[in-house]
Nanobody, 125 residues
Framework: QVQLAESGGGLVQAGGSLLLSCAAS????????ISWFRQPSGKEREFVAA????????RYADSVKGRFTISRDNAEKAAYLQMNSLKPEDTAVYYC??????????????????WGQGTQVTVSS
């Protein structure tokens, strides 16, 4: 089992950057696929990015490709989402999620077992 806690959200102007962190506690962090999802107010939670257990594979939603970078540090039991060139439409609560690693990087929230409490990101125009 793993517990997750996000941090790093805040208010930023369009074009700016933020670094989100996901700190994990529990055992065997390196056996989990980690993903970031986001949920704009009044909308469904959507996939943003995923990273494999060892960090060699990543996957991104088309809407963030080229602007966001997911990474992880298994020794520190942490994952990150570097967000650049932020747009107002990136405004949402951002969640990190974990599931036991499998061969593919899922974008389906139903397939993730563990979630953090979320961190708010607001991008002003």
């Amino acid at each position: 089992q793993v517990q997750l806690a996000e941090s790093g959200g805040g208010l930023v102007q369009a074009g700016g950057s933020l670094l989100l962190s996901c700190a994990a506690s529990g055992r065997s962090f390196s056996t989990y696929t980690i993903s970031w999802f986001r949920q704009p107010s009044g909308k469904e939670r959507e996939f943003v990015a995923a990273i494999s257990e060892g960090g060699s594979r990543t996957r991104y939603a088309d809407s963030v490709k080229g602007r966001f970078t997911i990474s992880r540090d298994n020794a520190e039991k942490a994952a990150y989402l570097q967000m650049n060139s932020l747009k107002p439409e990136d405004t949402a609560v951002y969640y990190c999620a974990a599931r036991i690693g499998v061969l593919y990087l899922s974008s389906r929230r139903e397939e993730y077992d563990y979630w953090g409490q979320g961190t708010q990101v607001t991008v002003s125009s």
